[in-house]
């Protein structure tokens, strides 16, 4: 298993820096305070890893907390097995 998740690092790496070499054309972001002006490969990248990170949070909030406060309650519960 552990030779499959280094493969699939480097396939991952390999296909970052592939999509950031491929796109070099300047984009603006604008966030209305500020704009940054990265190429499109790290735009990209970037919001690609954002979305990740946002969705992991929010299969945390919505799914792992609250199994996590059952799972509390059900282990402070005594259950009568008679």
Known sequence: M???RILFALACLAAGVAVGALNPQVVAVDFGIA???????VALLATLLLGAILGGMAIVASVVLPLQQRLRRARATPTDAS
């Open 35 to 41: 704009t940054l002006r990265p190429t499109l490969g």
């Open 2 to 4: 552990r030779p499959f």
